[in-house]
């Protein structure tokens, strides 16, 4: 783990492969499955993070996303196995004060050709103390430029938050322009690994022209503290809700 930690602080992401056995993610890839399906009422966290654009024929949605998956899951996240395994990688990556913040489902389905724009995540979060946090991103089948994998910008952690707008009048998604000096470079992983990226990394999805579907399960950890800072602040990533978050 000291390549993948020395990695990370220079380039501000890295990619890990086989952290999940097969018969771990398939847990996961059913319990996604439940979710975007309707079977798991997940109405109150789900939103179409594609929505500036035109809905696409055929499509319920361009990117579905799904904020607090694991308020879903059957046992919590006190029984799941990625919640763990994150965590314990993101204290060995950033220091053992590092937990569990919040997580994520995206969903491109076969054919959406919405781009996710580039930003830092840090464009979304509360002004810190302490700015460490990290994004763990599990694809649920092999991710490449065809379905959409992450874009990273090497070393655009260093240079501060840049100034972001909405994508779309009205809308909440953020996005920014990458200057001349910024190449962005794709970073394919196999499902059962991940990539991580820090908050102030810039990044970017295509869209999926594979005939499958791209889901992917997003956990971020912070310090303990800042996550202690950020709920004194009422700021809970969507926990409560979406309707005074999203367009």
């Known amino acids: 783990m000291n390549e993948h930690k020395e990695s990370l602080l220079k380039h501000g992401f890295i990619k890990i492969e086989n952290i999940l056995t097969q018969a771990e993610l398939n847990l996961y890839k059913d319990f996604i499955e439940d979710i975007i399906s309707g079977r798991k009422d997940a109405r109150k966290h789900r939103h179409d993070l594609g929505s500036h654009e035109r809905l696409q024929p055929g499509q319920k949605e361009n990117i579905c996303q799904v904020m607090w998956p694991s308020e879903y899951l059957d046992n919590g996240r006190e029984d799941s196995v990625l919640h763990r395994k994150v965590v314990e990688i993101s204290r060995e ?15 491109k389905e076969a054919g959406s050709q919405t ?10 979060w509360p002004d810190l103390p302490d700015k460490r946090a990290l994004s763990f991103w599990f694809p649920m089948v092999d991710a490449d430029t065809e379905n959409g994998c992450m874009w990273f910008v090497s070393e655009s952690h260093v240079g501060g938050l840049r100034k972001h707008r909405p994508v779309a009048d009205g809308k909440h998604v953020m996005m920014t322009d990458l200057g001349p000096e910024d190449t962005g470079r794709p970073c394919p992983v196999k499902a ?22 791209r889901r992917v399960y997003i956990i971020n950890c912070r310090p303990a503290a800042m996550v202690a800072e950020e ?4 700021f809970d990533h969507g926990l409560a809700g979406l309707e005074n978050i999203i367009d």
């Open 192 to 213: 059962g690994g991940c990539t991580v990226h820090t908050g102030r990394t810039l990044h970017y999805t295509g869209g999926n022209k594979s005939s499958e579907a």
């Open 115 to 124: 781009e996710t724009p580039w930003h830092q995540d840090e464009s979304y």
């Open 231 to 234: 709920r004194r602040q009422k």
């Open 93 to 107: 990556l950033l220091g053992e004060d590092m937990d569990f913040d919040f997580d994520m489902l995206i969903t």
